[in-house]
């Protein structure tokens, strides 16, 4: 299972919710990440209330920063740019 926080409404924090959902398969060119922490700042907070300049649809997961694991050999195969990779 996967577990993500996620703004069903707009308002205050206190309206976000930590839901689990059922894993999918991991398709060519993507990587399953463990993910171990997690951050929600200031614009996640005012996005979910309807006060940030971006507004998407709801249901959305605000967020963007995450830490964790991914396999060894994923490691080795990711490809993307985008991927930051820490020691």
């Known amino acids: 299972m996967v577990r993500a926080v996620v ?3 707009l308002g205050a924090p206190e309206t976000l919710r930590l839901e689990e959902f059922p894993s999918r398969a991991v398709k060519p060119g993507e990587v399953r990440v463990a993910i171990r922490a997690a951050g929600l700042n200031f614009p996640d907070v005012l996005m979910a209330a309807g006060e940030y300049q971006l507004k998407p649809e709801l249901p959305f997961t605000p967020g963007m920063e ?4 991914a396999p060894r050999w994923a490691q080795r195969q990711a490809a993307s740019p985008s991927v930051t990779r820490s020691s």
């Open 7 to 9: 703004c069903r409404e």
């Open 66 to 69: 995450a830490a964790g694991d």
